[in-house]
T-cell receptor, first 114, second 115 residues
Framework: AQSVTQLGSHVSVSEGALVLLRCNYS??????LFWYVQYPNQGLQLLLK??????LVKGINGFEAEFKKSETSFHPTKPSAHMSDAAEYFC????????????FGSGTRLQVQP | KAGVTQTPRYLIKTRGQQVTLSCSPI?????VSWYQQTPGQGLQFLFE???????NKGNFPGRFSGRQFSNSRSEMNVSTLELGDSALYLC??????????????FGAGSRLTVL
């Protein structure tokens, strides 16, 4: 079974500082990997995705991530945090039995300090 | 293009009752998935429907059921509600083919409170 581990349930950065979110996955085959962002009282919005092809992927809101198969990691970064980035972020991996049956990490709450 | 629409957004039920939640996918999307989000268990997959058939199912008791209609709209039902069923229920749709076939677009969710 697939699993994902998000490192850090809470991350706090200053406005303008680098944002780094961390996710490691376990998979016996190259998975489909996703990051979603959730703002208060809202659903999930796709932040970025790795399916096949290029290992460096760009997402919304200035985030990008490198898929590192050897490290089984997929860590998004953003060079300069903005107050509007404050939200909860979830890493997810597709199941090998159903690509729409995502297994989610436990979430990382990002705080941006002024 | 309209997004995924879930109704109702908020509802309160009492233990033992049943509830039905509705989801209208993005036009053209034929796959609909449901997820439960709770503070304790996080986001968990409930089931996926495609062409009116359940294609995949998560590890939930039989009290949780769903269906999909010919227009791809989906409903999920929870019978004999328990306090632990209080959660945000998220619906997601995706196309079945093409480059976005594995990308889920989520609705805003239905927040269920069981008293």
């Amino acid at each position: 079974a697939q699993s994902v581990t998000q490192l850090g349930s809470h991350v706090s950065v200053s406005e303008g500082a680098l944002v780094l979110l961390r996710c490691n996955y376990s998979s016996s085959v190259p998975p489909y990997l996703f990051w979603y962002v959730q703002y208060p009282n809202q659903g999930l919005q796709l932040l970025l995705k790795y399916t096949t092809g290029a290992t460096l992927v760009k997402g919304i809101n200035g985030f990008e991530a490198e898929f590192k198969k050897s490290e089984t990691s997929f860590h998004p970064t953003k060079p300069s945090a903005h107050m509007s980035d404050a939200a909860e972020y979830f890493c997810a991996v597709s199941s090998d039995t159903g690509r729409r049956a995502l297994t989610f990490g436990s979430g990382t709450r990002l705080q941006v300090q002024p | 293009k309209a997004g995924v629409t879930q109704t109702p957004r908020y509802l309160i039920k009492t233990r033992g009752q049943q509830v039905t939640l509705s989801c209208s996918p993005i036009s053209g999307h034929r796959s609909v998935s449901w997820y439960q989000q709770t503070p304790g268990q996080g986001l968990q997959f409930l089931f996926e429907y495609f062409s009116e058939t359940q294609r995949n199912k998560g590890n939930f008791p039989g009290r949780f059921s769903g269906r999909q209609f010919s227009n791809s709209r989906s409903e999920m039902n929870v019978s004999t509600l328990e306090l632990g069923d209080s959660a945000l229920y998220l619906c997601a749709s995706s196309p079945n083919t093409g480059s976005g076939a594995n990308v889920l677009t989520f609705g805003a969710g239905s927040r269920l409170t069981v008293l």
